[in-house]
Protein backbone atom coordinates (compact mmCIF):
# COMPACT_ATOMS: atom_id res chain seq x y z
CA UNK A 1 0.00 0.00 0.00
CA UNK A 2 1.25 3.34 -1.10
CA UNK A 3 0.15 6.81 0.49
CA UNK A 4 0.56 9.65 -2.19
CA UNK A 5 3.94 11.82 -1.41
CA UNK A 6 3.07 15.66 -0.09
CA UNK A 7 -0.21 17.06 0.88
CA UNK A 8 -2.95 15.47 -0.71
CA UNK A 9 -5.28 18.72 -1.98
CA UNK A 10 -6.94 20.25 -4.34
CA UNK A 11 -4.38 22.23 -4.79
CA UNK A 12 -2.18 19.38 -5.61
CA UNK A 13 -4.58 18.55 -8.19
CA UNK A 14 -5.49 15.64 -6.39
CA UNK A 15 -9.81 15.32 -7.07
CA UNK A 16 -11.20 14.86 -3.86
CA UNK A 17 -14.60 15.16 -4.29
CA UNK A 18 -17.59 12.95 -3.16
CA UNK A 19 -18.18 11.76 -6.53
CA UNK A 20 -14.83 10.64 -7.38
CA UNK A 21 -13.38 9.22 -3.78
CA UNK A 22 -15.76 9.71 -0.42
CA UNK A 23 -13.70 7.74 1.23
CA UNK A 24 -10.67 5.72 1.65
CA UNK A 25 -10.69 2.69 3.36
CA UNK A 26 -8.44 -0.24 3.64
CA UNK A 27 -8.47 -3.47 6.10
CA UNK A 28 -6.78 -2.75 8.84
CA UNK A 29 -6.53 0.88 7.93
CA UNK A 30 -8.46 4.04 8.39
CA UNK A 31 -7.62 7.06 6.90
CA UNK A 32 -8.36 10.74 7.19
CA UNK A 33 -7.46 13.95 5.93
CA UNK A 34 -5.78 15.64 8.51
CA UNK A 35 -3.73 19.23 7.69
CA UNK A 36 -3.88 18.43 3.93
CA UNK A 37 -2.02 15.14 4.39
CA UNK A 38 -3.59 11.70 4.59
CA UNK A 39 -2.56 10.02 7.40
CA UNK A 40 -2.38 6.00 7.98
CA UNK A 41 -3.94 4.38 11.29
CA UNK A 42 -2.52 1.42 12.35
CA UNK A 43 -5.20 0.96 14.98
CA UNK A 44 -9.27 2.13 14.66
CA UNK A 45 -11.62 2.64 17.15
CA UNK A 46 -14.09 1.23 13.82
CA UNK A 47 -14.76 -2.79 14.90
CA UNK A 48 -15.37 -1.40 19.01
CA UNK A 49 -18.01 1.18 17.61
CA UNK A 50 -19.44 -1.28 15.57
CA UNK A 51 -19.62 -3.75 18.80
CA UNK A 52 -21.70 -0.61 20.61
CA UNK A 53 -23.94 -0.12 17.88
CA UNK A 54 -25.17 -3.96 18.23
CA UNK A 55 -25.04 -4.00 21.98
CA UNK A 56 -27.45 -0.69 21.65
CA UNK A 57 -29.64 -2.61 19.19
CA UNK A 58 -30.03 -5.78 20.82
CA UNK A 59 -30.17 -4.18 24.12
CA UNK A 60 -27.87 -5.49 25.54
CA UNK A 61 -27.28 -3.42 29.01
CA UNK A 62 -25.23 -6.28 30.64
CA UNK A 63 -22.56 -5.74 27.68
CA UNK A 64 -22.79 -1.89 27.91
CA UNK A 65 -18.79 -1.26 30.07
CA UNK A 66 -17.85 -3.47 27.46
CA UNK A 67 -17.82 -0.09 25.47
CA UNK A 68 -18.09 2.31 27.30
CA UNK A 69 -16.28 3.80 30.32
CA UNK A 70 -17.14 3.73 34.06
CA UNK A 71 -16.52 7.57 34.26
CA UNK A 72 -18.20 8.54 30.98
CA UNK A 73 -19.11 12.06 30.26
CA UNK A 74 -21.92 13.14 28.45
CA UNK A 75 -22.02 16.42 26.46
CA UNK A 76 -19.85 18.02 29.50
CA UNK A 77 -20.95 15.92 32.37
CA UNK A 78 -19.95 13.08 33.62
CA UNK A 79 -22.64 10.62 34.32
CA UNK A 80 -20.56 7.76 34.68
CA UNK A 81 -21.63 3.71 33.00
CA UNK A 82 -24.72 3.55 35.58
CA UNK A 83 -26.36 7.20 34.60
CA UNK A 84 -25.29 6.04 30.36
CA UNK A 85 -27.12 3.38 30.94
CA UNK A 86 -30.17 4.93 32.43
CA UNK A 87 -30.42 7.39 29.70
CA UNK A 88 -30.53 4.65 27.04
CA UNK A 89 -32.72 2.91 28.88
CA UNK A 90 -35.49 5.73 29.23
CA UNK A 91 -34.72 6.51 25.26
CA UNK A 92 -35.96 3.22 25.06
CA UNK A 93 -39.17 3.40 27.02
CA UNK A 94 -39.62 6.70 24.92
CA UNK A 95 -39.07 5.42 21.87
CA UNK A 96 -40.03 1.69 21.98
CA UNK A 97 -38.82 0.52 18.45
CA UNK A 98 -35.78 2.52 18.83
CA UNK A 99 -33.11 1.14 16.32
CA UNK A 100 -29.56 3.07 15.87
CA UNK A 101 -28.48 2.56 12.01
CA UNK A 102 -25.13 4.39 10.88
CA UNK A 103 -25.35 6.59 8.37
CA UNK A 104 -21.62 8.10 8.19
CA UNK A 105 -18.62 6.79 10.28
CA UNK A 106 -15.48 8.37 10.62
CA UNK A 107 -12.81 6.87 12.85
CA UNK A 108 -9.46 7.07 14.06
CA UNK A 109 -7.09 5.65 17.06
CA UNK A 110 -9.12 7.43 19.82
CA UNK A 111 -12.05 8.98 17.96
CA UNK A 112 -15.18 8.38 16.58
CA UNK A 113 -17.81 10.77 14.21
CA UNK A 114 -20.64 9.62 13.31
CA UNK A 115 -24.21 10.29 11.71
CA UNK A 116 -27.28 8.51 13.09
CA UNK A 117 -30.24 8.12 12.03
CA UNK A 118 -33.74 7.38 13.24
CA UNK A 119 -36.80 6.42 11.61
CA UNK A 120 -38.89 5.59 15.14
CA UNK A 121 -42.44 6.05 16.41
CA UNK A 122 -42.17 7.68 20.34
CA UNK A 123 -45.30 7.15 22.61
CA UNK A 124 -45.08 10.64 24.13
CA UNK A 125 -42.91 13.24 24.32
CA UNK A 126 -39.41 12.92 22.81
CA UNK A 127 -36.93 15.97 23.71
CA UNK A 128 -39.74 18.30 25.23
CA UNK A 129 -41.81 17.72 21.80
CA UNK A 130 -45.04 16.43 21.82
CA UNK A 131 -45.00 13.34 19.54
CA UNK A 132 -47.69 11.05 20.79
CA UNK A 133 -47.14 8.02 18.96
CA UNK A 134 -46.18 9.49 15.14
CA UNK A 135 -43.85 8.43 12.95
CA UNK A 136 -40.75 10.85 12.75
CA UNK A 137 -37.43 10.94 11.23
CA UNK A 138 -34.33 12.57 12.34
CA UNK A 139 -30.66 12.52 12.59
CA UNK A 140 -27.78 12.78 15.54
CA UNK A 141 -23.90 14.33 15.17
CA UNK A 142 -21.93 12.34 17.61
CA UNK A 143 -18.14 12.60 18.33
CA UNK A 144 -16.80 10.01 20.59
CA UNK A 145 -13.37 10.30 22.66
CA UNK A 146 -12.42 6.18 22.61
CA UNK A 147 -10.06 5.86 25.78
CA UNK A 148 -8.41 2.42 26.57
CA UNK A 149 -10.56 0.70 24.40
CA UNK A 150 -14.00 2.18 25.59
CA UNK A 151 -16.13 5.19 25.07
CA UNK A 152 -14.90 8.18 27.55
CA UNK A 153 -16.30 11.27 26.36
CA UNK A 154 -19.58 12.04 24.18
CA UNK A 155 -20.12 14.88 22.37
CA UNK A 156 -24.17 14.37 20.78
CA UNK A 157 -26.47 16.95 18.73
CA UNK A 158 -29.77 15.59 17.57
CA UNK A 159 -31.79 17.23 14.63
CA UNK A 160 -34.93 18.23 16.86
CA UNK A 161 -35.89 20.57 14.26
CA UNK A 162 -36.47 17.98 11.76
CA UNK A 163 -39.03 16.36 14.09
CA UNK A 164 -40.64 19.32 15.27
CA UNK A 165 -41.31 19.86 11.44
CA UNK A 166 -42.93 16.51 11.54
CA UNK A 167 -45.12 17.24 14.04
Given at each position: ?22 F ?9 V ?27 W ?5 F???D ?15 M??R ?5 P ?9 V ?9 L??DVT ?6 D ?7 V ?16 R ?14
Amino acid sequence: MTVPPGPLTPASGADLSPRSAPFLFWVGFSYHVARGTVAAMTKTTEPMYHGYIDCLNARDWARLGDFVHEDVQYNGTRIGLDGYRAMLERDVAAIPDLRFVIALLVCDASTVAARLEFDVTPVGMLFDLPVNGRRVQFSENVFYEVEGGTIRRVWSLIDTAAIAAQI
